[in-house]
């Protein structure tokens, strides 16, 4: 049925009208949308787990050792690790900020309960849900290392400088501040290559603390120790050696670069106890540790749920409703300019061709209508 030109003309400009919010919304969509999606979500709830390598050192100072009335201080070999990580999301958060808080622990797993418990900590620091740095109110964040009778942590307040968690949405190939908790400085974390992890493209950070007193940093009874030169295993006899702890690692990051999450994760860790940073003594702990395969499949699904949505709102959608917006731009314009076919006769009045008003025929010349044919009456009913 065709159209009247009305309603033609109705129809090409709710066509045009429609083609153009459409590519209007295929413009905008990632400007605002992608914008409100590419930060950190506030619904963050990730457990990652680290085991010592097979085959690698991993050794740990048995602490008895150092109080038993005889014998020199005992270092364990071949220990197993493990080290827990629960990260959580609490306030203050908001549409720009959110803070993280991790409680860590490392443990050694031939051991039973607190015995096998070898260091726990409480970690709180608002970032910037962008660039994942830390805002820049002070204090920005704490760290808890100590607990009351009661098993309530005693939080110190301190102020985070560098990355931790996660690195920026749109990771580049350049060096980032990265902030260690144990020294609780920021190094650089240097951009080493682009490799794949279980199909999944990365890219590989490396940053390295150096040999560091840390009862510069915490002063604790176990970060300086005054025992008897014997019971180091040095010269002296009985007499008191004083030795501090120091603490190195280097760490190993393999991230995501369009969410920033980080995939994978491995620390070389070395704490000794020593007068000199650059003479290790005698060893509390040294190890590597690193993500588990659960955690860095769990890790690579959290990062393609986010590069989905990326994807969704960033390509998919502005193409889709480019291209649709752009069919009913073409369609309305050729309806609006497309012309009507040809009108059709208006029909004579009052009845047949060369009827008369009053039933009769007109006639021409001779008495016989020009258009009249000679007219058989048929009797359908006569008999045969």
């Known amino acids: 049925m065709a159209l009247s030109a009305g309603t033609r003309r109705t129809v090409a400009c709710l066509l045009v009208g429609l083609g153009a919010l459409l590519i209007v919304a295929a413009l905008m969509i990632p400007t605002y949308t992608v914008d409100k999606l590419a ?62 808080q991790a409680g860590q622990t490392l443990r050694r797993i031939d051991k039973q309960g607190d015995t096998g418990l070898l260091s726990a900590l409480v970690d709180r620091v ?76 990365v890219y590989r950070f490396q940053m390295s603390v150096p040999a560091t ?24 006899g009985e007499e008191p050696v004083t030795m501090n702890r120091y603490y190195t690692n280097t760490r190993d990051l393999w991230v995501e670069p369009q969410t920033g999450t980080v995939i994978k994760g491995g620390e070389q860790l070395h704490l000794f106890y020593s007068r000199t940073a650059d003479k290790p003594e005698i060893s509390a702990l040294k190890s590597h540790i690193v993500f588990d395969e659960n955690t860095v499949e769990s890790q690579i699904s959290v990062a393609k749920e986010n590069i989905d949505k990326l994807s969704l709102y960033g390509r998919i959608m ?40 009053g039933g009769g025929t007109s006639r021409g010349a001779g008495g016989r209508g020009g258009d009249d044919a000679p007219t058989e009456q048929i009797r359908i009913n006569k008999q045969p």
């Open 318 to 357: 502005p193409i889709v409703l480019g291209v649709l917006g752009v069919i009913a731009l073409i369609a309305g314009v050729f309806l609006g300019v497309r012309r009507a076919g040809p009108a059709p006769a208006p029909a004579r009045s009052g009845g047949a061709p060369g009827q008369r008003p």
């Open 39 to 100: 930060k950190t979500p506030l619904d963050l709830e990730i457990t990652t787990i680290a085991t010592n390598q097979p085959g690698e050192e991993s050794l740990v100072l048995d602490s008895k050792s150092l109080t038993a009335p005889e014998g020199s201080a005992k270092v364990d070999t071949n220990v197993p690790l493990v080290s827990q990580r629960f990260l959580t999301v609490e306030e203050p958060a908001d549409a720009e900020k959110m803070t993280v």
């Open 126 to 201: 608002t970032i910037d849900r962008v660039t994942g740095m830390p805002v820049d109110t002070e204090p920005n964040g704490s760290i808890a290392v100590t607990t009351t009778k009661e098993g309530e942590t005693i939080a110190d307040p301190v102020q985070h400088t560098g990355l931790q968690y996660r690195f920026p949405i749109g990771t580049e190939k350049k060096t980032y501040p990265y902030f260690d908790l144990n020294v609780r400085k920021t190094f650089d974390a240097t951009f080493v290559e682009e490799t794949e992890i279980n199909n999944m493209k």
């Open 213 to 236: 007193n840390l009862n510069d940093v915490v002063q604790s009874p176990t970060n300086r120790l005054s025992l008897p030169a014997a019971k180091w295993g040095v010269e002296g």
